[in-house]
């Protein structure tokens, strides 16, 4: 029987209802608090408890983990799901011609789907964590502070890379960074490039290691006051793993070094100290300068147009036999001096025990000095430093995350500690893997009871540096841009985009960063890479170092892989024995086996192979200054290990089209590898000896 007029009104009618029902739920759905929007539930103000007890949803739904699913909607009597699926309703409320819309418009290009806000895990950030919140707020990103199991686009880490396994995403630490920095480590990175550049790297002031160049420092101190009666140096012993100034003391002779029994369990650096430093209102001070390193592979440096400056409490005088213990004199550690009853908590940037670095510069130029002479020298210590890391920063990187494996992005934050001297020459004191970003410090209320207080000096300098690092490494930042580019591009489809398409693509055409003020992070490499790229000598050392380390994830090399290294470079002769590389390698790393720590690996570390390699380059080109020596080997082994490549290449080709490999070599070809056979020196191709390039003055 066909049914009735009646029966279609109330079909209609039926109809109209489910299409009404389904979008008061989708409304309410949308107000509904997603639970993990904020890495912890929030509630409305003002809203009720309901009354019927719901049922407890797990915790990784209040961290984040999951959102919860809606509820279904209510279904009527006598109907079904059908006329919904035919009004083009999907369970949100969406309609599906919007849907297909958006889709199409996603086909075309992106701008019209507007990206989600970037994710930071927060849970281990810990002393860093206010000022990471005041950051996240400003760039209107979601924080996870109890971690998340879905991952995070960045995860910021307090201390160490090695926090948590991560396997995707950035995360504000790079593998052995905190190794790399410490004195020892650092003073030895510093010293390589001291053989190969010594006018270069004078910033760095001499250095001897404890327990194992106690000797020699005793004998070259000898020497140097026996050829000058009037020398009356000063030394300062710091802790290989100290901070905060703990266990720093100065001397006058090397027989004043305590040697009972701290140095065996607590290695040191012995220094030459700066007698001479510059002063304002008669106290020393240095400088804590921020640097983002952003990139290994390839090399991206950052330097914070402002930091900090951190004085001393007492006023300062030259060595002395009677103030040598005068900390509050000579050591400009903000963890000491904050016990002195002479510190002065300041507001201001300009005042104060601790004040802003530009508040320095605009007192120094008032007196004539020339800033960017200052700043230029600043920068290049900055870049040459960096350049003394990386190479041992790459081996510990491809050894956590190797080629081909999944892993992080890594980037991160150091503290470079910098004193001027009178002169206004700057002098790297230390690095530090993880400077302190507290934007509060202690203030005594009473003896005995403290209270955290905010400090606008911190904060102005620290959250900007951490604001704007995020911004820098924002892994939605090209998407945007490529969006704004697009818009003003006419659409591919011949069909008139709706409104609601226009309506997305003005939302995502909006700046994010348009009320935020502008970068205080300056690049500066590769900005001025033609000017250092000459120093990186050390860098293409181990990238033949990592090349035949053989295992993924090892660091050190083993005596297999030096003896490939020796024999696919051709470096063996008549003079230079397989047998004698063997007694070369053995008794190189030996001796530096006994010097590192670190006995987890047995073989050849880095700094092992660089010796190695500073011997075989004197061996070979013996007329040559020591750089030259080594950049005519390293052109050396990177001419044989191309054509090594290119043969392989080309047989591997033959190999699969089954005919004949080609003949690759050329007079041509043969031309440098004779010259460097014969202990001349090619002709360099990339500028590399060209000193005169770190003279040029930095704009």
């Known amino acids: 029987m066909l049914r009735g007029r009646p029966e279609r009104e109330l079909a209609a009618w039926l109809e109209a209802e489910a299409v009404g029902a389904a979008k008061a739920h989708a409304a309410k759905e949308q107000v509904r608090v997603d639970p993990g929007a904020a890495g912890e539930p929030e509630r409305k103000a003002g809203e009720e408890q309901p009354k019927e007890p719901a049922p407890a949803q797990p915790r990784a739904a209040e961290e984040g983990d999951a959102r919860v699913p809606p509820r279904p909607p209510p279904t009527l009597p006598m109907y079904q799901a059908k006329p919904a699926s035919a009004q083009g309703l999907f369970p949100h409320g969406k309609s599906r011609s919007k849907s297909r819309s958006c889709k199409r418009s996603s086909d075309r290009s992106e701008e019209y789907c507007s990206p989600r806000p970037v994710t930071v895990d927060s849970s281990k950030a810990r002393t860093s964590l206010d000022a990471l919140k005041i950051s996240i707020r400003q760039l209107k990103w979601k924080e996870f502070p109890f971690g998340r199991r879905l991952p995070c686009d960045i995860y910021w880490h307090g201390v160490s890379f090695h926090d948590s396994d991560i396997f995707s995403g950035l995360v504000n630490k790079f593998p052995g960074m905190t190794e790399m920095v410490r004195k020892i480590t650092l003073s030895r990175a510093v010293r390589i490039m001291q053989n190969l550049f010594p006018e270069e790297y004078n910033f760095y002031p001499r250095s001897w290691i404890l327990p194992d160049e106690f000797q020699l420092f005793v004998a070259q101190v000898r020497m140097v006051k026996d050829g000058d009666p009037s020398w009356k140096p000063t030394f300062i012993v710091k802790p290989d793993s100290g901070c905060q100034g703990d266990g720093i003391y100065l001397i006058k002779d090397p027989s004043d070094i305590r040697l009972a029994g701290t140095l065996q369990s607590r290695p040191a650096v012995v220094q030459e100290y700066i007698c001479k430093p510059l002063l304002i209102d008669k106290l020393k001070f240095d400088i804590r300068l921020y640097v983002l390193l952003k990139s290994l592979e390839p090399l991206e440096i950052y330097v914070a147009k402002d930091g900090l400056s951190r004085f001393c409490t007492e006023p300062y005088q030259e060595p002395h036999p009677r103030n040598l213990h005068h900390i509050f004199m000579h050591l400009t550690n903000y963890s000491l001096n904050i016990h002195s ?160 398409d226009l309506a997305s693509a003005s939302a995502g055409s909006a700046n994010p960063e348009a009320h935020l003020p502008s970068i205080c992070l300056k690049q500066v490499f590769p900005k001025y890479a033609k000017q250092f790229n000459y120093l990186r000598l050390v860098d293409r050392m181990a990238n033949l170092f990592i090349r035949f380390l053989g295992i993924k994830g090892t660091m050190k090399l083993g005596p297999t892989g030096f003896r490939t290294f020796i024999r696919n470079c051709k470096l063996s002769s008549s003079s230079l024995s397989m047998a004698a590389v063997d007694i070369l390698y053995i008794d190189i790393t030996r001796r530096w086996n006994s010097m590192t720590m670190d006995q987890r690996d047995s073989g050849m570390c880095l700094q092992a192979f660089v010796e190695a390699f500073f011997y075989l380059a004197q061996r070979k080109f013996k007329m040559l200054p020591r750089h030259e020596q080594v950049a005519s080997l390293i052109d050396l082994c990177e001419y044989h290990l191309s054509l090594l490549d290119e043969k392989r290449l080309v047989c591997g080709r033959s190999a699969t089209s089954g005919g004949r490999p080609p003949h690759s070599g050329t007079p041509q070809e043969a031309t440098p590898a004779a010259q460097l056979a014969e202990g001349r020196p090619p002709p360099c191709t990339n500028g590399a000896l060209k000193l005169s390039h770190s003279r040029h003055a930095l704009s």
Request: proline share 7%; net charge positive; hydrophobic share 35%.
């Open 341 to 500: 009853g002479n510190f002065v908590h300041s507001d201001s940037t300009s005042t104060g025990s601790k004040r802003t670095f530009s508040s320095i510069l605009c007192r120094l130029s008032s007196k004539g000095v020339d800033i960017k002479k200052v700043w230029s020298d600043i920068i290049s210590l900055v870049i040459k430093t960096v350049i003394a890391l990386t190479p041992e920063l790459r081996v510990f990187y491809q050894s956590d995350i190797p080629a081909g494996r999944p892993g992080p992005t890594c980037f991160q934050i150091l503290g470079f500690d910098i004193l001027l001297m009178k002169n206004l020459k700057p002098i790297l004191l230390e690095v530090n893997a993880n400077p302190s970003m507290r934007i509060e410090h202690e203030q005594e209320l009473s003896p005995g009871v403290f209270e955290n207080v905010p400090s606008l000096v911190d904060e102005e300098v620290k959250v900007a540096v951490i604001r704007d690092t995020l911004r820098l490494m924002d892994p939605f930042k090209k998407k945007r841009e490529n969006q704004s580019r697009q818009l003003g591009k006419p659409l591919a489809s011949k069909e008139e985009p709706s409104d609601s």
